[in-house]
């Protein structure tokens, strides 16, 4: 059975930091692009950072630089740092598998997803 459990949403006031985690079992991550998006309400889903199998990494250009992604294959482990939080990164986060070496922002290529944990950033 596939799961991919996110952790370590939270509300936090600007400026502040957050690091979310995604816990995966049942594919062989080591071997898919692995994905971070965020949707928040009443927006479309928005991939914010991802990374292939190689360690190559992507990253929505309003993001760059503030979310640092990273994998650990050994421990199917999947982590966002979100520094310099904005009101306008509140959302529900989601982690995705994608079954291909390399990575997009394409939904549609992702076929796992996490139930997603929740980021609320005051003013």
């Known amino acids: 059975q596939v799961r991919l459990v996110e952790s370590g949403g939270g509300s936090v006031q600007a400026g502040g930091s957050l690091r979310l985690s995604c816990g995966v079992s049942?594919?062989?991550?080591?071997?898919?692009?692995m994905g971070w998006f965020r949707q928040a309400t009443g927006k479309e889903r928005e991939g914010v950072a991802g990374?292939?199998?190689?360690?190559?990494?992507i990253y929505l250009d309003a993001a760059k630089g503030r979310l640092p992604i990273t994998r650990d294959n050994a421990e199917n482990f999947l982590a966002l740092q979100i520094d310099s939080l904005k009101p306008e990164d509140t959302a529900m986060y989601y982690c995705?598998?994608?079954?291909?070496?390399?990575?997009?922002?394409?939904?549609?290529?992702?076929?796992?997803w996490g139930e997603g944990t929740q980021v609320t950033v005051s003013s």
């Open positions: 990374i292939d199998k190689y360690g190559r990494k």
């Open positions: 995705a598998a994608a079954p291909q070496s390399w990575c997009s922002f394409v939904r549609d290529l992702y076929e796992y």
């Open positions: 049942g594919v062989p991550s080591s071997t898919y692009c």
